[in-house]
């Protein structure tokens, strides 16, 4: 199994500024991925993040909107960048594990804009 | 698309009774069908994977039944208990073996104890 460390675990913040959610697993992964979970609904992938190469987004969501980072096997970030109301959610990074038939999540960010 | 239901209404049970929940799904016939809780403020945590080849699956007081021909889970939760309470989410590889899961809304269980 992977433990995976995600912080911050919430946040506030202004409308119009960006946040940085950042994703720390205990061992080496080839993928990482982020998810958005709105209030009430399913778990959305934004995009798959691999290292040494650009992320892969999903449709409806743009690398200007949700920059991601991939420094390392390790390690990985989201920005939500000129945040909105509409951008209040739980945002969620994952890996699979080590035979591809699970995944492992963070505790999550809950991110709150006012 | 494809796409995955599950309950939207809440399940509220007694203690020590079975709770069901359901999982349905369209169109692509996944290869293998996952169940996941989550708890509030936290992220969801891997529970059970079924095979297509499976009809049933068990791991202690849980089991899971995969329906290939209905596109339908079945989750057991038998001799419930109020620290079962949480919202268990079905999951479904769509991307044809890269492993990247796509949930359902997940179902709501509350136990009263």
């Known amino acids: 199994s992977a433990v995976i460390s995600q912080k911050p675990s919430r946040d506030i913040c202004q409308r119009g500024t960006s946040l940085t959610i950042q994703c720390q697993v205990d061992?080496?992964?080839?993928?990482m991925f982020w998810y958005r979970q709105q209030p009430g609904q399913s778990l959305t992938l934004i995009a798959t993040?691999?290292?040494?190469?650009?992320?892969?987004?999903e449709s409806g969501f743009v690398i200007d909107k949700f920059p991601i980072s991939r420094p390392n096997l390790t390690f990985s970030t989201l920005t939500v960048s000129n945040m909105s109301p509409e951008d209040s959610s739980i945002y969620l990074c994952?890996?699979?594990?080590?035979?591809?038939?699970?995944?492992?999540f963070g505790q999550g960010t809950r991110l709150t804009v006012v | 698309s494809q796409k995955i239901e599950q309950n939207s209404e809440a399940l509220n049970i007694q203690e020590g009774k079975t709770a069901t929940l359901t999982c349905n799904y369209t169109?692509?016939?996944?290869?293998?069908l996952q169940w996941y809780r989550q708890d509030p403020g936290r992220g969801p945590v891997f529970l059970l994977l079924?095979?297509?080849?499976?009809k049933e699956k068990r791991k202690e007081r849980l089991k899971v039944t995969f329906d290939t021909t209905l596109k339908q889970s079945l989750f057991h939760i038998t001799a419930s208990q109020p620290a079962d309470s949480a919202t268990y989410l079905c999951?479904?590889?769509?991307?044809?073996?890269?492993?990247?899961?796509?949930f359902g809304r997940g179902t709501s269980l509350i136990v009263h104890p």
């Open positions: 994952s890996v699979p594990g080590t035979v591809n038939t699970e995944a492992f």
């Open positions: 061992s080496q992964v080839t993928m």
């Open positions: 993040a691999n290292q040494g190469s650009e992320a892969t987004y």
């Open positions: 169109n692509y016939s996944p290869a293998y």
């Open positions: 079924i095979r297509e080849n499976e």
């Open positions: 999951a479904l590889d769509f991307s044809g073996g890269s492993y990247i899961p796509t």
